[in-house]
């Protein structure tokens, strides 16, 4: 039985959760799986980390991602925090994916990135310029 945790996220854009795991220093695989405590489970996103940890990506009906993980066998922690710790990681993700947006709809725009900057309270500064002639 596998202890397959999954989260509800608002990821949409395939390519910026691409870019923003690989920016994380995951090894990102495409329509995959990644193993769990005592299974497989399949994955349109598949982003492992350095310790090993596997994460995926599911992609629903609505275009959106679901983010699903199994860490039981980390550590012999309980379930609660194992959910805990991937609601951690899912706003560590979703920082990143928002500011991946965010640089990629400037640039569309025909703005230039000037400088970014993580605050003391975790929030990021974004410093954007587009010259007018």
């Known amino acids: 039985m596998s202890h397959f945790s999954r989260i509800k996220t608002q990821f949409k854009n395939r390519d910026a959760l691409i870019d923003c795991l690989t920016g994380?220093?995951?090894i990102i695989g495409t329509d995959t799986t990644i193993r769990g405590h005592r299974g497989l489970i399949n994955v349109d996103i598949a982003a492992k980390n350095r310790q090993g940890n596997e994460i995926g990506f599911v992609r629903n009906a609505d275009g959106s991602y679901d983010m699903v993980?199994?860490?039981w066998a980390k550590g012999g922690v309980k379930e609660q925090d194992l959910a805990r710790a991937?609601?951690?990681q899912a706003g560590r993700i979703q920082q990143e994916y928002a500011r991946c947006i965010v640089?990629?709809?400037t640039k569309k725009e025909g703005f230039s990135v000037v400088r970014q900057v993580?605050?003391?309270d975790g929030?990021?500064?974004i410093l954007v310029r587009r010259w007018v002639s």
Do not use: K, N, Y
Request: glycine share 6%; aromatic share 12%.
């Open 24 to 26: 994380m220093d995951f």
């Open 69 to 71: 993980g199994d860490w």
């Open 86 to 88: 991937l609601q951690e």
């Open 103 to 105: 640089i990629e709809e």
């Open 118 to 120: 993580e605050e003391e």
């Open 123 to 125: 929030a990021i500064r």
